[in-house]
């Protein structure tokens, strides 16, 4: 669910005002999951703006306080969540760990960076859902080590089918600060896409 609507509105407005969404309705851009998408939004373009970056961090905090109380860690998946996710940690006062896509093939093989103990509350940072399976691998490795995952935290999400049905699947609650309809609404309202554009971007949320 999105946090708020206002505060979507304005993520919205952020994301398409520093260019985060790219639109390329005929040579579609594909994500790691294979899917060829018309859009691709590349939230970590945030990092770079002040403002927007507080404004991020302040209501990833303001959500944390009023929907995951009793937290006691801050973790980010790699990449695009460990910053915004070591952001609220220091917000917060809290430890920070971030999980890697994957266990390290040399060294210590971590796949979580960082200490993290059983039975620790933890809410995970990312900066984007598409089909939430990188996402919720992270959630994986964290119950793995006898974590509680208290819920997830993002900035944006394209509200596909398969990723909703992959978190309620995995019982993990997701907070974000804007999805794809408010996107892509407010899009049109500014003139970043055409009335053509938005049936390609429509007719793709419905067809994934």
Known sequence: MIYNHEVALQTAEYLLKIKAVKLSPKEPF?????????????????????EIRTFVRENFVRAINEHFAGVEVIAGVATGGIAQGALVAQELGLPFAYI??????????????????????????????????????????????????????????????????????????????????????????????????LAVLQEFKKNV
């Open 30 to 50: 594909t994500w790691a999951s294979g899917i060829k998408s018309p859009i691709y939004c590349d939230n970590r373009i945030t990092l770079s703006y002040p």
């Open 100 to 197: 890697r896509s994957g266990k390290k093939d040399h060294g210590l093989s971590n796949q979580i960076e960082g200490r993290v103990e059983a039975g620790q509350r933890i809410v995970v940072v990312e900066d984007l859902i598409s089909t939430g399976g990188s996402s919720l691998r992270a959630v994986d490795a964290l119950r793995e080590a006898g974590c509680v995952v208290t819920g997830m935290l993002a900035i944006f999400t394209y509200n596909l089918p398969i990723s909703l049905a992959k978190f309620e699947e995995a019982k993990c609650d997701l907070i974000t600060l804007s999805d794809y309809d408010v996107l892509i609404d407010k899009a049109l309202e500014i003139g970043y896409v055409s009335d053509g554009d």
